[in-house]
């Protein structure tokens, strides 16, 4: 079992800059790939970026390349997703999950088994 806790979100201007932290608790997080996921009202949830277990590979939504940056610490079992440029278009619910097949980066929700409560970021024009 794995529980995560997202933090770092907030209202923020466009051309801003977030940092999302996503803490798991659990001795095995280190084996699990970690997603970021947003979901805006009325859409769908949608990929973000994906991190293997050894944070060797990472991968990212092509919509979003150059200005998010997935990245991990399992030393203190931490995922972060760095966001830079923000645009009000990226105003979201953003959640951390947690995949068993950590070598896999799922872009599917159903891909995951764990998932955080999420945490808002706003962005105004």
């Known amino acids: 079992q794995v529980q995560l806790v997202e933090s770092g979100g907030g209202l923020v201007q466009a051309g801003g800059s977030l940092r999302l932290s996503c803490a798991a608790s659990?001795?095995?997080?280190?084996?699990?790939?970690m997603g970021w996921f947003r979901q805006a009202p009325g859409k769908e949830r949608e990929f973000v970026a994906g991190?293997?277990?050894?944070?060797?590979?990472?991968s990212y939504v092509d919509s979003l390349k150059g200005r998010f940056t997935i990245s991990r610490d399992n030393a203190v079992n931490t995922v972060y997703l760095q966001m830079n440029s923000l645009k009000p278009e990226d105003t979201a619910v953003y959640y951390c999950?947690?995949?068993?097949?950590?070598?896999?980066?799922?872009?599917?929700?159903?891909?995951?088994?764990?998932w955080g409560q999420g945490t808002q970021v706003t962005v105004s024009s």
């Open positions: 659990g001795r095995t997080f280190s084996s699990y790939a």
């Open positions: 999950a947690a995949s068993g097949m950590g070598w896999n980066i799922g872009v599917r929700p159903h891909q995951y088994d764990f």
């Open positions: 991190i293997t277990w050894s944070g060797g590979r990472t």
